[in-house]
C-alpha cells in the first residue's frame, strides 16, 4: 500500500513538474517542427488574404481578419492551373504505376530468390543515389532529344521512373524483408507454383507496402520540378510545379500574381499532404499479426 | 500414405558449414519417425530438405520410392507444419484449410466437403470464418495441422509444432498428434529438441548432433542402448550420470574406480585403460550397503518421484529414490546400483563398449 502511494505521489509530482530534460527536449521538438513547417503556414496563411491588400505586410495580418478565397479565384481564373494539375496527375499516376509494376517484382527478386549478380543488382541500386540528379538532368534531355520524347509525358514518365524504381524497390525490399518467408514455403508446399505464391500469397500481403512504396512514388514525382522544367517546354505539357514557376517569372510580380502564387501552392501541396496522412496509417506493423505466433 | 528413404543426405551451407552431413534413414509407411537433437544439430534443415523448402548438396531423398532430389515442394506431396504456424493472414480459417486443395484444383463443392470434415475432427468447426490473427495459440495450431491433414498427402513434416504453446496445452496436442497419425496411418516425421516428446511420441527415434545421425531405433531401445555418450546424456530425464575412471583388475573381474567408488564392472574383451560408466538415475535406489556415499546437495520432489543430487567424493550424481524417502540437503546417503544398469563408453571415443 504504502509503496504504492508513494508511486502515485511520484508520478504526481512528475506530470505537475516535468524534468529540465523534458522541457528541453519538447523545446527543440517545437522549434524544429516550426522551422519545418513555418514556410508551407506562411503560404497557407497567405493564401487565404485579400488579393487586394495583399503585399501589405504587417505581422498582426499574418493571419487573415476576413478568409476570402479570392486568391483562388485569381490563380484558377488567370492561369491553366487545372490543366497542369491534371498533367502532373498523370505523370505521377503514370509513374506509381510504372515504378510499382517494376519494382514489386524486383524487390522480391532481391530479397527472395537467388541469381547471379544479385549482390551487384542491390547494391547499384543504393549507387544510383549517390549521383546528385542535377548532373542527370542534361545528358537524359539529350537522349529523349534523340528518341523524340522530349516534351512529352511519356518522355517524363520515364525520366521518373529512373529514380522512383530504385527508390520503390529499396521500400519493397525492407517490406518483403519483413515478411515471414515461411508463409511462401506453406504455399509451395501446398502446391502453388512461384506465380501462385505471388498472387495469391506475397500480392495479397505486400498491400501496405505497395501503398507506402506507391505513396513515396506518387510524391517524388508530383513534387519533381528539376526534369519536368528541363523536358517539358510547352504550356499544354506543363505539370503543376513548372506551370506555377513559368508562370510567375513570366510577368512583373505584382500583387494579384504573389496572391495567385500563394493559392497555387497551396493547392499543389495539398495531395502530398493528404497522401502522407493517408500512407501514416498503412505501416507494415499491425498487419501480418497472427500470420506467425503471436 | 508413402514410406521415407533418405541416403546420405548432405546439406552444406553456403558458408561452409555442413549442417546435414551424410543422414541416412527408412521411415516405413505409417510409422511416427522424431528427429530429435540440441538445436543447431541440422533436424530441421533435414525435414527442410524433405519437403524440398532446402537443396540437397548430396544424397538422394525417396518418397514411396520416387526421387524427389529435384522436385520443387509442390510436386511432392508432403504437408508441412511450421513451428510458427505460417498460416494465411489474409484468408479466413477455411480458407487456409482449403488453400492445398484449390492449389491441386480439387472441385470447389469436395474442398468444401473435405475442409468440413477436417474441422469437425479438430473441432475448429466454429472458427471457420475466423482469420488468424482472432484465433489463440492452441487454435492456431490445430489450423495449421488441419491444412496438413485435409489435404492427405504422403508424408507429414513437422518441424517443431507444439514449441510454441504452453505446458499443460504441449501434453494434449501431444496425445491428439498421436490419435490423429494412428487414425489417418500416415507416415510422420517430426522434428523437436524435447526428448520427452521425442521418447513419448516416436514408433522410430533418430537422434542427431553436428549434422550426423547417432542412432536410430525404437525409443525404448535407444534408452536401454544409447549407442554413444551422446545419446546417453541426451536421452533420458534426468539425465544419465556419466563417470569417468580408471579400470584396475580387482581379481575375479575388472573394476572401475573414480574416486572412492569402486564397483565391479562386466568383462568385456578389449577394455581400454579409462572409460566412462553410464548410470541412469533411475537405476539406484537407497541401500545402507550400497557401494555409493553421496552427499546430498539438492532434492527434487515431484509428488511421485523424487529426485537428489550430489556428489560422492567428486562425483556428481543425480538418482531417483523412493519419494517416501526424506532425506535433507547436507545429508549422507548410501546408494546401490540395479543389476545390469551400467553402461560402458570409451573415454576416447564415446563409444558405447560392448
Same mark, same amino acid.
Given at each position: ?57 504587417? *505581422?498582426?495580418?499574418?493571419? &487573415?481578419?476576413?478568409?476570402?478565397? #479570392?486568391? %483562388?479565384?485569381?490563380? =484558377?481564373?488567370?492561369? !491553366?492551373? @487545372? ?119 506475397? *500480392?495479397?500481403?505486400?498491400? &501496405?507496402?505497395?501503398?507506402?512504396? #506507391?505513396? %513515396?512514388?506518387?510524391? =517524388?514525382?508530383?513534387? !519533381?520540378? @528539376? ?68 | ?354
Amino acid at each position: 500500500m504504502a509503496a504504492a502511494e508513494t508511486h502515485a505521489t511520484q508520478a504526481a509530482r512528475w506530470l505537475r513538474f516535468p524534468s529540465v530534460r523534458t522541457i528541453v527536449l519538447t523545446a527543440v521538438a517545437f522549434a524544429a517542427v516550426f522551422v519545418i513547417i513555418f514556410p508551407f503556414l506562411w503560404i497557407v496563411l497567405s493564401s487565404f488574404r485579400d488579393p487586394g491588400h495583399f503585399l501589405t505586410l504587417h *505581422l498582426r495580418d499574418a493571419v &487573415p481578419h476576413n478568409f476570402s478565397i #479570392g486568391t %483562388y479565384r485569381l490563380a =484558377l481564373g488567370r492561369t !491553366d492551373l @487545372l490543366r497542369w494539375i491534371g498533367n502532373s496527375l498523370i505523370v505521377a499516376l503514370s509513374t506509381t504505376g510504372l515504378a510499382l509494376a517494376v519494382a514489386a517484382p524486383a524487390a522480391f527478386a532481391l530479397v527472395r530468390l537467388r541469381f547471379r549478380a544479385r549482390g551487384f543488382a542491390s547494391l547499384y541500386l543504393v549507387v544510383a543515389y549517390a549521383v546528385p540528379s542535377i548532373t542527370l538532368a542534361v545528358p537524359l534531355f539529350v537522349v529523349l532529344v534523340k528518341l523524340h520524347l522530349n516534351d512529352t509525358f511519356i518522355g517524363l514518365i520515364i525520366v521518373h521512373a529512373s529514380f522512383t524504381i530504385p527508390f520503390s524497390t529499396w521500400v519493397l525490399s525492407d517490406f518483403y524483408r519483413s515478411l515471414p518467408a515461411d508463409l511462401e514455403e506453406a504455399g509451395y508446399v501446398d502446391g502453388a507454383s512461384l506465380v501462385r505464391v505471388l498472387r495469391h500469397i506475397v *500480392l495479397p500481403l505486400s498491400i &501496405p507496402g505497395l501503398l507506402a512504396a #506507391g505513396a %513515396y512514388a506518387f510524391i =517524388l514525382s508530383w513534387n !519533381d520540378f @528539376l526534369f519536368a522544367l528541363v523536358i517539358m517546354n510547352s504550356n499544354e505539357h506543363f505539370t503543376a510545379p513548372v506551370g506555377i514557376h513559368a508562370y510567375f517569372t513570366g510577368q512583373n510580380a505584382t500583387q494579384e500574381v504573389w496572391a495567385s502564387l500563394m493559392a497555387a501552392s497551396t493547392l499543389v501541396t495539398l495531395p502530398s499532404v493528404i497522401l502522407f496522412g493517408f500512407f501514416q496509417r498503412y505501416m507494415v506493423s499491425g498487419f501480418l499479426a497472427g500470420a506467425v505466433k503471436g | 500414405m508413402a514410406e521415407l528413404r533418405l541416403r546420405e543426405v548432405t546439406r552444406i551451407f553456403r558458408n561452409g558449414v555442413r549442417a546435414v552431413d551424410g543422414v541416412s534413414l527408412d521411415i516405413a509407411d505409417g510409422r511416427f519417425a522424431v528427429l530429435v537433437g540440441p538445436s543447431g544439430c541440422g533436424k530441421s534443415t533435414t525435414l527442410r530438405m524433405v519437403a524440398g523448402l532446402e537443396p540437397v548438396n548430396a544424397g538422394e531423398v525417396l518418397i514411396g520410392g520416387r526421387r524427389v532430389n529435384d522436385d520443387p515442394p509442390q510436386r511432392r506431396d508432403v504437408a508441412f507444419v511450421f513451428q510458427n504456424y505460417a498460416l494465411y493472414p489474409h484468408m479466413t480459417v477455411a480458407a487456409n484449410l482449403g488453400f492445398g486443395l484449390r492449389m491441386r484444383r480439387v472441385p470447389r463443392s469436395e474442398i468444401r466437403q473435405r475442409v468440413q470434415e477436417t474441422s469437425r475432427i479438430l473441432g475448429l468447426e466454429h472458427l471457420l470464418d475466423r482469420y488468424p490473427a482472432q484465433l489463440s495459440g492452441g487454435e492456431r495450431q490445430r489450423v495449421a495441422l488441419g491444412r496438413a491433414t485435409v489435404r492427405d498427402p504422403a508424408v507429414f513434416l513437422l518441424d517443431e509444432p507444439l514449441s510454441n504453446l504452453d505446458a499443460q496445452l504441449r501434453s494434449e496436442m501431444r496425445v491428439e498428434l498421436v490419435k490423429i497419425q494412428r487414425r489417418l496411418e500416415a507416415t510422420f516425421v517430426f522434428v523437436t529438441h524435447d526428448q520427452v516428446e521425442a521418447m513419448t511420441l516416436a514408433d522410430v527415434l533418430a537422434v542427431m548432433r553436428a549434422g550426423v545421425l547417432q542412432q536410430v531405433g525404437p525409443p525404448e531401445e535407444i534408452y536401454a542402448r544409447p549407442a554413444n555418450m551422446f545419446v546417453a546424456a541426451f536421452i533420458g530425464s534426468p539425465k544419465m550420470n556419466l563417470i569417468s575412471g580408471a579400470i584396475a583388475d580387482g581379481g575375479d573381474g575388472p573394476v572401475f574406480s573414480a574416486g572412492s567408488i569402486r564397483f565391479p564392472i562386466p568383462s568385456v574383451g578389449g577394455l581400454p585403460d579409462t572409460i566412462v560408466v553410464g548410470l541412469r538415475p533411475e537405476h539406484m535406489r537407497v541401500d545402507p550397503e550400497g557401494e555409493i556415499d553421496l552427499r546430498v546437495e539438492v532434492v527434487e520432489s515431484l509428488g511421485s518421484q523424487k529426485f537428489v543430487y550430489g556428489s560422492a567424493d567428486g562425483v556428481d550424481l543425480g538418482a531417483a529414490i523412493d519419494p517416501r524417502i526424506h532425506p535433507r540437503e547436507g545429508e549422507r546417503l548410501r546408494l546401490s546400483i540395479a543389476d545390469g544398469a551400467l553402461h560402458l563408453f570409451d573415454a576416447a571415443s564415446g563409444a558405447r563398449l560392448p
